[in-house]
């Protein structure tokens, strides 16, 4: 996709049961065209039967959501498995990401494609599992989010090295914001799930913990730090280094630049995020890193602030206050790539 084209992503709020959730989003997915996206991406059929007994032992509910899944698009639970489980995908090279977190608040920029973007920010609260906010990848799975406990995450693609049957990053972080509460309960989950290729995930929670998990198919360790850390696509811990790409000069120059961050707002690092000039956006959206959309959330006042590339008025949420039954008014962010 070239530059100067109107973008827009759907914002839907569900709160009911997995399975009706999820028969929602399948009736929002079966006429987008994200939807040929995913037929094109994904296997025909997958190992479900394994699949189904990972999530049941961890996140059972995610089983009734596929399930509504499957309805709401009009397929069997099998094909919805392969469809949007985010388990045994096929490789997806690139993908950027940057993010920055302090014990105040979280923010961050997701960088790739729109041709493979979801195009929709859900808020969910489910009778079954933690309520969450964030951007929807391959429907069932999360770019980034902030669940009802306060825990907030996102993911950073590293690498396809030892790549396996697992679980993709963005279902394995969906399953993090569903149940746990802490960093230290996110560390312990991931620790437990089969990961399909290596990635960080940037990880802070309300109490001022904070840590970017590095995953890999084949260990998982974490790193962390007592007032400030940022993230992008590298592991920095000894053991992992070697997962790394051969080219990792972008990461480095972020990395710089972030280190040049000191006290900064939360809506004024937003606003560096999120500005077309900044060091940490761009528009290389032909070559899968552009910047799509920019998270973040702070943990004083339960405030996220997100938008999309080039929005006009970012979405501003009390969290807090949507999960106590206050719907937020926007069902539309409009940008431009």
């Known amino acids: 996709m070239t530059m100067d084209q109107n973008f827009q992503v759907d914002i839907l709020q569900l709160r009911n049961n997995p399975y009706e959730i999820g028969v929602r989003l399948g009736e929002w997915v079966k006429d987008k065209p994200i939807f040929q996206s995913f037929k094109s991406i994904t296997k025909t059929e997958i190992d479900h039967t394994s699949m189904k007994h990972i999530l ?3 996140t059972p509910h995610l089983v009734e959501e596929i399930q509504g899944l499957a309805d709401g698009v009009g397929v069997s ?3 919805a498995a392969a469809l949007f489980s985010g388990y045994d995908v096929p490789k997806v090279d690139a ?3 940057t993010a920055f977190v302090n014990q105040h608040f979280y923010v961050r920029n997701y960088d790739f494609s729109p041709e493979l973007y979801d195009g929709i920010f859900t808020l969910v609260q489910p009778n079954q599992s933690n309520a969450i906010a964030g951007y929807n990848l391959q429907l069932l799975g999360r770019h980034d989010g902030v669940n009802e406990q306060g825990l907030v995450g996102g993911i950073h693609f590293v690498s396809n090295v030892d790549y396996r049957k697992g679980f993709s990053a963005w279902t394995s972080l969906r399953m993090v914001l569903d149940v746990c509460s802490t960093v230290d309960d996110a560390y312990h ?3 437990e799930l089969p990961h399909a290729a290596c990635y960080n995930f940037s990880l802070a929670d ?3 913990n904070m840590a970017v998990v590095e995953a890999s198919p084949e260990q998982v360790n974490k790193r962390s730090h007592p007032s400030s850390m940022y993230c992008v696509n590298r592991f920095q811990t000894k053991p992992m280094e070697d997962k790394n790409r051969s080219n ?3 990461s480095l120059k972020r990395e710089s630049f972030l280190e040049t961050i000191k006290s900064e707002s939360h809506e004024e690092l937003f606003n560096l995020f999120r500005n077309i000039d900044s060091p940490l956006f761009f528009t290389d959206y032909e070559e899968l890193f552009g910047t799509i959309h920019t998270f973040s959330y702070s943990f004083h006042n339960s405030r996220i602030l997100t938008t999309i590339a080039q929005g006009h008025e970012p ?5 807090r ?3 106590n039954g206050h719907d937020v008014k926007e069902d539309t962010m409009k940008g431009m790539i």
């Not at 979405?315 to 969290?319: A, G």
């Open 56 to 58: 049941q032992t961890y």
């Open 77 to 79: 639970f099998q094909k």
């Open 315 to 319: 979405l501003d949420i009390d969290f």
């Open 206 to 208: 309300q109490h001022g």
């Open 95 to 97: 993908m950027g990401c």
């Open 189 to 191: 989950l991931l620790k």
């Open 248 to 250: 990792i000069e972008g």
């Open 321 to 323: 206050k949507w999960l």
